[in-house]
C-alpha cells in the first residue's frame, strides 16, 4: 500500500510539472504573439517618423542631387551625384568666390538641355516620391551647379596677357579648369551687382555659363536668392568620392569694398 501511494504521488508530481511546463509554454506563446502585435502597429509609426525626418533633412539641411551633364569636368562628371548644403544660407551666409552652388535656372538657361528618356509608369511615380523625401537625387528639377567666381561688387574679367581671369584686378590660375580647356574663350568685363553671382563651369568648351548671357539683364549674373545650397561632397559613385572644398587661389583676391579706399588723416 505504501508503494502503491508513493507512486500514485509521484504520477501526480509529475503530471503537475507537465502542466506547469505547458502552462509556461502558452504564456511564453502568447507573449510573442503580444509583442508581434505590437511591433506591428508600431511598424506605421516608425515608418511616418522616418519619412517626416527624411523630408525635413531634404528641406532644411541636405539634399542630393544628380548632374546630366559635363558642364562641371573634371572636377564633377556625368552621372555623379553631389549633396548639397541648404542649412547655412537659413542662417544668411553668402556665397562665397570659389564655391560650387545648385541654383535655380534664371531663366532659359536649361533651354538646350538634353532629357533623360522618361521612365515607365509607376517607377517614375515611385522616383519621384523618392527625390520629394531627399531620398533620391533630385533630377528633374530646373537647378543648375556652377562654380562661383565673382560676388556682388567683385570685377570679373577675361583676359589678362596669359590668357587668365582676374577678379578685383587680380589674375588666378584656376587649377579645377578641365585639362585642355582656355579659361576662357569669351571675352569679357562684369562688375557683378549686389546681391549677385557670377559664375562659370569648370568645363569652360561645354558650360554655357554666365559669360553666355552677358547680354541679358544683369549681363548673365544670377540672384543669390535662387541659390538652393552649396555642394560640398561627392557622394557617388564611390570612386569619385571627394569633397568640393573652396580652392585656395581666391584667397589673394581683395575686397572690392576696400579696394582704393584712403586713409583720412584725423584732424588737429
Sequence with gaps: MGSRGRSRRQRDAELERLGGRAERRRLARRTKRRRRTRRAGELPLLVAVALCIALLLKTFLVQAFFIPSGSMEQT????DRVLVDKLTPWFGAKSERGDVVVFRDPGGWL???????????????????????????????????KRVIGVGGDTVKCCDAKGRVSVNGVSI?????????????????????????????DHRANSADSRYHLDEQFQGTVSEEGVVGR??????????????????????????????????RPVA
Excluded: C
Excluded at 76 to 79: A, L, N
Excluded at 238 to 256: I, R
Design 76 to 79: 564633377i562628371r556625368i552621372g
Design 111 to 145: 533651354r538646350d538641355e538634353t532629357r533623360p528618356a522618361p521612365d515607365p509608369v509607376g517607377v517614375k511615380q515611385l522616383k519621384q516620391a523618392l527625390a520629394f523625401i531627399g531620398l533620391l537625387p533630385a533630377s528633374g528639377e530646373q537647378d543648375l551647379i
Design 173 to 201: 590660375d584656376e587649377p579645377y579648369v578641365m585639362s585642355g580647356n582656355a579659361p576662357s574663350d569669351i571675352r569679357f568685363e562684369v562688375k557683378v551687382p549686389e546681391g549677385r553671382l557670377f559664375v562659370m563651369g
Design 231 to 264: 555642394a560640398f561632397v561627392i557622394a557617388w559613385p564611390s570612386a569619385h568620392w571627394g569633397s568640393l572644398d573652396k580652392p585656395a587661389v581666391f584667397a589673394a583676391v581683395p575686397d572690392p569694398a576696400r579696394r582704393g579706399r584712403r586713409r583720412h
